[in-house]
């Protein structure tokens, strides 16, 4: 997260495992919330069982027998944590910025001199939150990113002003968010962020580069980017006056689409970032309604356009867009920018390396205003054994979550290269056979039962096996009596012209990939 500016102090609510509650769940119930075949969050039980963030799917269902599946809906997590807002904006502080759905952000220091300081005021918000059935935590720092952090430790944990530093300084540095930094720290023997603040900040300019500035100045206890003051000859707003008052939510998203495009193109012709988007709508009887939206890196035009939707929704639902007796319908609709910063490069790179070209990242974003925000994504390596296991793939305009790429190790039973062509999502049903048609078995100590002499996959016609290398085994939590995964991989090349990765599973095989 962007952290505030130096002199703020700043306030962070969190709401433990929002998607899972937002999916319903119920207490003590083993649940994970997934996203593309990986967990995006679960529940304590599952945890207890071993279930963790960023696994994959069929090792989370592995370690968790009773495991309950539930996929991702971002736009039903919008609404729900509407409601937290509200009430946290009516009863506590007037304005807050949200940084994703379980997590909002607010200045602490007029709040904390209102409600008599600021061990009260992490108090207030808290028991607000828990009126709507919901645990919460709050944290108070010098800034969000590490108000966050103390969030996370525990309830009403208040860093002292000027103590970001000294706080931040025991953690390691994969907390900095900057996997290939903390990779090349660790090469280095620097294993806590307080080792690395200690480096001269001249040395990490020259050694580092931007993310490596950016992450030392974190370190030290600043801000991720200077601080930037909007004036008015730079106000970068964007708005749409509708002539007739629009009454339905889809076609304001559709404009909101349009808007959050111009913005780039402003935001980009002056050579600036944003770290903040304000949504507001003014409605047909002279309301004004407001939401301020928190992004690493840029919001896509689809990702504004998501947030935007979410929140109309629940606004409606909760009957503020009502007119009562008034003209029904909004009026206007703005995009207001905070938060600007000299753009000193896209966060959100293709490759992982390079920032994405503007002209790549706008192609991205009108096509995901026609597919959806999810349909343009980068590759961001993880940790895992097979060729599925490696990747995830983030939204462009996303940053991956804490920890997503670390790719981490060693991973004992790695696949070595070369890597396959095509991974499939889902594996795909095969059957290996030997000469006599009978399927071949791996035993216990990786022989074959038959020398392997046809193979079908997803039962289409059989075709000759000519090569073969393997089986390799994999054990994975070869400790826990109940959540151990044994199988087996070969690749297997046959008579038509094609290359398979195969795995064996319970004397089931399964295609993995395709070699080409």
């Not at 009260?120 to 059935?133: N, P, T």
């Not at 356009?305 to 009957?319: F, I, K, M, P, Y």
């Not at 049903?429 to 006599?436: I, K, Q, S």
Request: charged residues 25%; neutral net charge; glycine residues 12%.
């Amino acid at each position: 997260m962007t952290g505030a500016t130096d002199s703020v102090r700043v306030v962070v609510v969190w709401v433990p495992d929002f998607p899972v509650v937002a999916c319903g769940a119920q207490d003590g119930e083993p649940v994970a919330v997934v996203h593309r075949g990986a967990v995006v969050a679960c529940s304590a039980s599952a945890r207890a069982a071993g279930v963790r963030r960023h696994m994959r799917l069929p090792t989370a269902q592995a370690r968790c027998s009773g495991l309950r599946v539930v996929e991702r809906d971002l736009a039903a997590e919008v609404r729900l944590f509407e409601q937290v807002v509200h009430r946290v904006e009516a009863e506590v502080v007037p304005r807050l910025e949200v940084i994703r759905p379980g997590l909002l952000a607010a200045p602490a220091r007029g709040a904390a001199r209102y409600w008599g300081g600021e061990p009260q005021l992490s108090v207030r918000l808290v028991g607000a939150v828990a009126e709507l059935g919901l645990p919460a935590r709050a944290g108070i720092a010098d800034s969000t990113f590490v108000a966050a952090l103390a969030a996370r430790r525990g309830d009403g944990v208040v860093v002292p002003a000027d103590g970001n530093a000294a706080f931040l300084s025991p953690y390691p540095v994969g907390v900095l968010g900057v996997p290939r930094l903390a990779e090349l720290l660790k090469q280095l023997g620097i294993r806590t962020v307080g080792d690395f603040a200690r480096l001269p900040a001249g040395r990490v300019a020259e050694r580092l580069g931007t993310d490596g500035i950016r992450a030392h100045r974190v370190a030290r206890g600043g801000s991720a980017r200077p601080v930037s003051v909007r004036t008015a000859v730079q106000d970068h707003t964007v708005q749409r006056l509708f002539e007739v008052a629009e009454e339905q939510l889809d076609a304001v998203v559709f404009v909101a689409v349009a808007l959050a495009d111009e913005l780039h193109e402003r935001l980009a012709a002056a050579g600036v970032v944003c770290g903040r988007v304000e949504a507001a709508v003014e409605t047909a009887d002279g309301r004004i309604l407001t939401r301020i939206f928190r992004h690493e890196g840029r919001l896509s035009s689809r990702a504004v356009a998501e947030r935007v939707r979410g929140v109309l929704a629940a606004w409606s639902e909760t009957g503020l867009l009502d007119a009562g007796d008034g003209e029904p319908g909004i009026r206007r609709l703005t995009l207001r920018p905070d938060g600007i910063a000299p753009d000193t490069g896209s966060q959100g790179a293709f490759d992982g390396e390079r920032d994405t070209p503007v002209e790549v990242e706008r192609a991205a974003a009108r096509v995901q205003a026609v597919l959806g925000h999810r349909a343009v994504a980068r590759i961001i390596e993880v940790g895992g054994r097979g060729p599925g296991d490696r990747i995830r793939l983030v939204p462009v305009g996303d940053v991956p979550d804490d920890g997503a790429g670390a790719a981490g190790g060693p991973w004992q039973g790695l696949l070595p290269a070369p890597h396959p062509a095509a991974v499939y999502p889902v594996r795909r049903p095969a059957r290996l056979t030997g000469a006599d048609g009978a399927p071949v078995g791996v035993a216990g100590r990786l022989e074959l039962s038959a020398e392997p002499a046809f193979l079908s996959v997803d039962g289409r016609r059989p075709a000759g096996v000519n090569g073969w290398a393997g089986p390799w085994p994999v054990l994975e939590r070869w400790w826990a009596r109940d959540g151990g995964r044994r199988v087996a991989r070969m690749q297997v090349t046959t008579d038509d012209g094609h290359a398979w990765l195969l795995l064996v599973d319970r004397s089931r095989w399964w295609v993995e990939a395709h070699y080409g």
